[in-house]
């Protein structure tokens, strides 16, 4: 058995240094020594190790917690166990908090030293996965675009994220609020805990505080169990609060209330739950007009107006539109396992010219659609029009023709894009259906309109 894992022993006593060193040589672990702790400084900064084995009381000029002091400050991945044959508990306590992993007293046991040792491997193997996990995650929400615009909220995120300031994010439907929250979380030290999100504009408002906050055994009839709010799921993470213009009074009064000291109570109880959460609200809302007209606190706007983001609507730098399709592409075909199409000068053209209202969301679900109706790899000017793409030089071709025909053209493009569907899901009128979001009915209701031969397997 052999072990990339480097063991550094720090200790006076040359028995001990011996017999730890042949043991951990057994097992295969590459080992370290130094008998002092000026000494065992210079090693931990020569050899790098994984973990340091280090006896508090030695002669000269550093002992055990000097070197453990000075060691984490310069190498804090360094994982310390602190080794002594005459310990306190003080000792014990005092170097736990200085970062030490463990404290193990002499006589050694060989056993306890290999847990120790295996505890701190398989730590540190999480720990980087973990870390790879995120840099994954990180790359998949990247914000795209090199506008001057995106360019600043990039910078911005950069410098709020290590921060626990409560953030505010305005910006039209579609724009990537979300995106936004997602990327100041996992930037931060919060990474690791929980992201939770709720939408206020999508919870009835009799059952938002429940929401928020969770709700007590018994508070209300058919309530037989505690239920946790998000606040509770968040615990130690980031609770993203959506469209939070549409949150009710009551609940923006509890909220206020908890961004002051940190305290809530769950609906119906009467106890004070202590959380640390950091806070990112969003609206599509212009909240000062909501503040104005008497719809939200004036005291809770500002509270989370701390550090203010407006993401820009697409429309305001369409120079990135480019960029986002190849991007959007990418992604389209990784998933859904089509090939990656290429768009005509002209395409591009038409997509810079569309007004884009859906903002990037509208975008990114168009590009979905080219490449489910598009049948091969290059997409034209004609492709983005039958994907339903109809800017103002398209509209003013429509107004000068008949209605007549525009809604043959429209019927046409129906009867072609149900054909395709019904065709990628073999015929199963139910599948079909539910794939592409409409009633079961109102789609049996389309195909005898347009005589399309088919039958439900």
Not at 6 to 11: F, G
Not at 296 to 317: G, K, Q, S, T
């Amino acid at each position: 058995m052999t072990h990339e894992t480097k063991i550094l022993i720090i200790d006076d006593e040359a028995p001990i240094r011996d017999v730890m060193s042949a043991a951990l040589k057994d097992e295969g672990y590459q080992v370290s020594l130094a008998h002092d702790g000026e000494s065992g400084l210079a090693a931990v900064r020569d050899v790098q190790p994984d973990v340091v084995f280090l006896d508090i009381w030695m002669p000269g000029k550093y002992d055990g917690i000097e070197v453990l002091t000075r060691a984490r400050q310069e190498f804090p991945h360094v994982e310390f166990v602190m080794i002594s044959g005459h310990g306190t508990i003080e000792t014990a306590v005092k170097a736990t908090k200085l970062g030490a992993w463990d404290f193990i007293e002499k006589p050694l046991s060989m056993d306890k030293i290999l847990i120790v040792i295996s505890n701190i491997i398989s730590y540190q193997q999480q720990k980087e996965e973990k870390v790879l996990l995120l840099n994954k995650l990180r790359k998949s929400i990247a914000l795209i675009g090199e506008a001057s615009s995106i360019v600043q909220t990039k910078q911005i995120i950069a410098r709020v994220a290590p921060t626990n300031s409560w953030i505010l994010i305005q910006g039209e439907a579609g724009t990537g609020k979300e995106l936004v929250a997602q990327n100041i979380h996992y930037m931060s030290a919060r990474a690791s805990r929980p992201f939770v999100e709720i939408n206020c504009g999508g919870i009835p408002e009799d059952l938002l505080d429940s929401e928020v906050f969770g709700i007590e055994k018994g508070a209300m009839p058919g309530v037989d169990r505690t239920k946790k709010g998000k606040l509770d799921l968040a615990q130690g993470g980031t609770l993203y609060i959506a469209e939070i213009a549409d949150m009710n009074m009551a609940t923006q009064t509890k909220l206020l209330s908890f961004l002051d000291d940190k305290k809530y109570t769950r609906v119906g109880g009467a106890e004070f739950i202590e959380n640390d959460v950091r806070v990112i609200a969003a609206s599509s809302k212009d909240l000062e007009k909501e503040v104005k007209e008497g719809r939200f606190r004036e005291d809770l706007y500002y509270r989370l107006n701390v550090i203010p983001f407006r993401i820009p609507a697409l429309r305001e730098h369409p120079e990135d539109i480019p960029v986002l399709v190849s991007f959007f592409s990418d992604n389209v075909s990784r998933e859904s396992g089509y090939p990656k199409k290429a768009f005509s000068e002209q395409a591009i053209e038409k997509l810079l010219a569309y007004q884009w209202t859906g903002n990037v969301r509208e975008l990114k679900n168009f590009i979905e659609r080219v490449y489910i109706l598009t049948p091969g790899e290059f997409v034209d000017v004609h492709d983005v029009r039958f994907a339903g793409l109809i800017d103002k030089e398209d509209e003013k071709a429509v107004e000068m023709q008949d209605l007549s025909t525009f809604r043959e053209a429209r019927a046409q493009f129906e009867k072609d894009y149900l054909l395709r569907k019904i065709s990628e899901n073999s015929g199963n009128i139910s599948k079909t259906a539910e794939v592409i979001g409409l009633e079961r009915s109102y789609l049996h209701r389309k195909i005898k309109a347009y005589g399309i031969d088919t039958k439900d397997n």
